[in-house]
């Protein structure tokens, strides 16, 4: 058997899984090397793990500070439909027009390639079977309806826009999908992506229309699914002011069983970010 080096979100998952059920991490890196790893990638592994899941997520510095059924914008009423607080979840409608949806999704369709994905072990871009989208970026504030949106979206999610990432356009095909995983950066991801912004601290997916089955965007840990409706939105928060990261924030794009699915995807760091 080749030796595994790529550490993708199922093994991710599953290492967070076993620990927080009470396996030793001793004998989670001897499954791990059972099951084709080197036991120092192993041992590297589990220890990331541990290191963002031993600290429970103090979730009293939350950042989200909107309070009621919702939110005014500069620009636009935003309601709340559902929220969750361990992990920080909150389902919206209303974020985005019907006009708007569409408009984004026009700009993007010629735009798009197949989406990558950050290889945890050595930090480099690639292309895995993780992940079978196909997406494009708009810069921060590239012209004026971007603007408008990025003002939006960061009045939303309670952070400046300048700490946010360009938004991500991202489109599944019937079949498609993003197996579970956790935007925030961990292993060798980390020195090449935080940068100046420092790590992910929160995600705003925002769906540009809707799915004709499958598509949801779910939560496993907490068994949640959020189906996707042209306009809603899903925040979630993951990184607070002490460092911690909340691993109940694992999440993934089900596959699309009907029609296709469209979604905006804005990250935010936790301090100005400027993408190299
Ligand atoms: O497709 C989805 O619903 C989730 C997308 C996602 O996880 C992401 O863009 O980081
Ligand atoms: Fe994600």
């Known amino acids: 058997m080749g030796q595994q080096k790529v550490l993708n979100g199922e093994w991710m998952q ?5 620990l927080g059920n009470g396996c030793t991490p001793d004998s989670v890196v001897e499954a791990m090397v059972e099951g084709g790893f080197e036991q120092a990638f192993a041992e590297a592994a589990v220890q990331l793990s541990e290191k963002a ?31 969750l607080d361990k992990p920080f979840i909150i389902v919206m409608d ?15 369709r010629d735009k798009l390639e197949r989406s990558r994905t950050v290889n945890p072990s050595t930090g480099e871009d690639m292309i895995v079977e993780e992940r ?35 938004l991500q356009i991202l489109n599944y095909q019937v079949g498609a999908e ?24 929160s995600t705003l997916v925002l769906y540009l229309n809707d799915v004709g ?13 959020v189906a996707p409706r042209k306009g ?4 979630f928060e993951y990184g607070n002011e002490l460092g911690q990261l909340d691993r109940l924030s694992l999440h993934g794009g089900a596959p699309v069983k009907a029609g296709e699915k469209w979604i905006a995807t804005k990250w935010m760091r936790q301090r100005a970010y400027t993408s190299s």
């Not at 899941?53 to 009423?77: E, L, N, P, V």
């Not at 408008?148 to 700490?163: F, G, H, K, T, V």
């Not at 089955?213 to 699914?225: A, C, I, K």
């Not at 809603?232 to 925040?235: D, E, G, K, N, T």
């Open 14 to 18: 599953w290492i967070s899984h076993n």
């Open 53 to 83: 899941t031993s600290s429970t997520f103090d979730y009293g510095t939350i950042h989200f500070a909107h309070i009621g059924h919702s939110i005014r914008t500069s620009d636009q009423k935003v309601r709340i439909s559902a929220r």
């Open 132 to 166: 079978t989208s196909w997406g494009t970026f708009f810069q921060v504030n590239e012209d004026a309806f971007i603007s408008r949106l990025d003002r939006r979206i960061s009045e939303i999610m309670c952070r400046p826009a300048e700490n946010g990432e360009g």
């Open 213 to 225: 089955d499958g598509g949801e965007t779910t939560f496993p840990e907490v068994g949640l699914s």
């Open 94 to 108: 209303n974020v985005l027009t019907d006009e708007e949806c569409d408009r984004l999704i026009a700009l993007s």
């Open 232 to 235: 809603s939105a899903v925040y």
């Open 178 to 201: 993003y197996k579970p995983h956790f935007d925030y950066f961990e292993g060798a991801e980390l020195d090449n992506y935080l940068g100046s912004g420092g790590q992910r601290v």
